[in-house]
């Protein structure tokens, strides 16, 4: 099932995510349907806030950035908690699917170290570094209730404020199923 990914304004993508049992009846399909919408809407990731769900789960797949390097990298991220970030922060032109038709660069730290258990309930302790760990720590930062562009400078944020405001209020365009906060309920 494809699920409308919620766009920026959603109080759900303010808020930090809670954990989810690991056997939970519907954890399986939920993380079809996730791969599923991420898939349709060409994202490289997606985080259960931005489908309206405040559960702490990413799913990524980030082999179109760089599919030989990030070959296999389908994963699914339950309850996962950041351990350290370290590393040289490098700029990277980011987008949201929450956030349709804006891309602006964003400072990250080179390598995050993440504990979080997969699709099989196994437990990982990982540091991923470069392209992969982006797409990690943009989709973890969903968790903690913060998007890409909280890391602008009020500058930069001026000048794509008229952006913004589109989606605020329901003016913008995206091509594939997306949630606009209802007009008149602000
Ligand atoms: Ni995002």
């Known amino acids: ?6 766009a920026l304004g959603n109080p759900v993508l303010k808020e930090r995510a809670s954990e989810i049992e ?3 009846p519907e954890l399986k399909t939920l993380i079809n349907d996730m791969f599923e919408t991420m898939y349709n809407a060409s994202g490289v990731g997606l985080a259960a ?6 559960i702490r789960l990413f799913v990524i797949d980030a082999e179109p950035m760089d599919e ?18 370290e590393g040289e922060p490098w700029p990277y032109e980011e987008g949201c699917l929450s956030i349709p038709g804006i891309r602006e660069a964003v400072k990250r730290p080179e390598k995050i170290t ?3 258990h997969d699709e099989t309930g196994n437990s990982h ?10 797409v990690i720590q943009h989709e973890y930062d969903h968790l903690e209730g913060k998007l890409f562009i ?11 404020q008229n952006k913004l ?4 209020k329901a003016k913008a365009k995206a091509e594939y199923p997306i949630r606009f906060i209802p007009q008149g309920k602000r």
């Open 1 to 6: 099932m494809i699920y409308p990914i919620v």
């Open 150 to 160: 909280d890391y602008l400078s009020p500058f930069r944020k001026k000048l794509i």
């Open 114 to 116: 993440i504990q979080y």
């Open 125 to 134: 302790k990982r540091t991923f570094e470069g392209m992969l760990a982006r």
């Open 68 to 85: 030989e390097k990030l070959k296999g990298a389908k994963m699914v991220f339950i309850n996962p908690l950041r351990v350290e970030e």
């Open 49 to 54: 806030p931005q489908i309206g769900k405040s």
């Open 22 to 24: 690991l056997n939970h």
């Open 165 to 168: 405001n589109d989606i605020l």
